[in-house]
């Protein structure tokens, strides 16, 4: 049974009109929680009661600054007002992020308690590119980093999995000389935020803990499937983690409005079903949604993500195959001696 978050009426954080990371995502995923063979497999709301917690700024604070933290919180008291070229806040985004990193912590909790094989943490604000003292790309939190540092701080050892289309930097630099937790991003580059180059390999005690593998545009299912496969998978073996947190951004998708890859909701349903081995064992993996613009797309995505964890065969889209992206896997392959 899955274990889902998604929680309309605590998402209020505002962005202007027209802008795509609005509430009509968790509208989306909510409409794909909502079909019935993908509601049969989850836990009941009833059996979960009020476990679903707020975020402290103490967990906040596990990855960001204190400094940056007290700002954020205070900027909130404000009307709605930009903080960087595409991210915004407004007076009640804080206790909303609290919310939606939380919801993370509690999965982890709920997850170590025997309650559920999978997790899927359903929220926004997204995180991934949350640096540690600044607010970017409509992230302003870094959930999946707090709950992967949450873990660490017990001695789990953790793998990311980033497989939104852009490169997660706030996620890298966060982990980035962290020896405890495992980076590991496919995205298409040249994009925003332009990082996550091949050579891009951790530092100090976590030298080979970041694994970047960027891929051109129109990049197919199945280059991104081979990636993780043959580039991913055996530094993930090699870890040996504890953990699996996937960045399960959906923009990848060949309708997204913000990049131009090639992938379907089939795709996603293969990579969700290849993500799901690689934990030592039930109950320690969990999905953080991410990016992913295109509502019907988004909403396709989940459905196809969510039936490949219930052991189900909703695959609204077949997968893509083809197109470019083989020169810069082997390049990756060299880096990687593999």
Request: net charge negative.
């Amino acid at each position: 049974m899955i274990l889902a978050y998604c929680d309309l009426e605590r998402d209020k954080h505002l962005v202007p009109p027209g802008h795509p990371e609005d509430h009509k995502r968790l509208e989306a995923l909510s409409r794909a929680l909502a079909r019935p063979e993908i509601a049969e497999c989850l836990i009941d709301r009833d059996t979960i009661g009020d476990s679903w917690r707020k975020a402290s700024l103490e967990d906040l604070e596990l990855v960001h600054t204190s400094s940056y933290v007290t700002s954020l919180s205070k900027s909130s008291a404000s009307t709605l007002r930009r903080l960087d070229p595409d991210t915004y806040i407004s007076p009640e985004s804080f206790e909303t992020a609290l919310y939606a990193c939380g919801a993370g912590l509690s999965a982890i909790d709920l997850l170590e308690s025997g309650l559920g094989t999978f997790g899927f943490v359903g929220m926004r604000p997204p995180g991934h590119h949350a640096r540690p003292s600044q607010a970017m790309g409509f992230c302003l939190i870094n959930n999946v980093a707090v709950a992967a540092r949450y873990l660490a701080k017990k001695r789990r050892r953790v793998a990311i999995v980033d497989w939104d289309v852009h490169h997660g930097n706030g996620t890298q630099e966060i982990f980035w000389d962290d020896p405890f937790v495992l980076y590991v991003s496919v995205h298409q580059s040249p994009l925003y935020p332009f990082t996550g180059l091949a050579h891009e390999t951790g530092s100090g005690q976590a030298t080979g803990l970041t694994v970047n593998i960027p891929l051109p545009a129109q990049s197919t299912g199945q280059r991104v499937r081979q990636a993780l496969e043959e580039i991913a998978q055996p530094q993930i073996e090699a870890f040996h983690p504890d953990w699996i947190l996937v960045s399960s951004g959906f923009d990848a998708h060949r309708s997204d409005p913000l990049a131009s890859m090639c992938l379907t909701s089939g795709d996603y349903f293969d990579m969700t079903r290849w993500v799901a081995t690689l934990a030592p064992q039930s109950g320690r993996t969990i999905f953080f949604l991410e990016g992913g613009y295109d509502l019907h797309a988004l909403q396709q995505s989940v459905e196809a993500c969510l039936s490949a964890l219930s052991e189900g065969s909703l695959r609204p889209e077949p997968p893509s195959s083809g197109g470019p992206g083989l020169v810069e896997i082997t390049r990756c392959k060299e880096i990687w001696g593999l």
